[in-house]
């Protein structure tokens, strides 16, 4: 990787950071779902209204660094209009880029491919993906019929 490809994965991040995409109020949900990451203090809320069993909306709040903020607001860009198994199938991609292990060729990333640059950065990996696992969290306890409960990483 070159460095032009780093400030261009920085860039990216830097944009949701400044501009986060799910960052709203949604009063009609089916899923909500927190996360917290100790190590770096990153707190997310989030909120999914669910329709034909694909994701019809979604709302993020998180406060934290920039990385765990542009990774919720990329998730939110994402997964609008996935079904269920397939928002699963983006987040194991996304785990795999970030261990440093191949992706699932047939997704289309977009801008999450910018995560990929977090992996040379191990204590941020647990940032960029603390909205998948409380996503992910939140849709097997719906799917359970569960109440969810607040998700931490440690
Ligand atoms: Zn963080």
Known sequence: ??????????????????????????????????????VCGDEIEMKVKLKDGKIEDISIDCLGCA????????????????SVDEVKRIASTIKAILKG???????????LEALEGVKKFPVRIKCALLSWTTLIEGLKNWEGGKKSEVISTE
Do not use: C, W
């Open 67 to 82: 990385i765990s903020v542009a990774s919720g607001s990329m998730l939110a860009d994402a997964i609008r209009g996935k």
């Open 101 to 111: 292990e191949k992706p699932d060729e047939d997704l289309e990333l977009g801008d």
């Open 1 to 38: 990787m070159n460095e032009n490809l780093d400030s261009l994965y920085r860039d990216i991040i830097m944009e949701h950071y400044k501009y986060p995409r799910g960052k709203k109020k949604l009063d009609d949900f089916d899923v909500t779902s927190e996360g917290k990451n100790p």
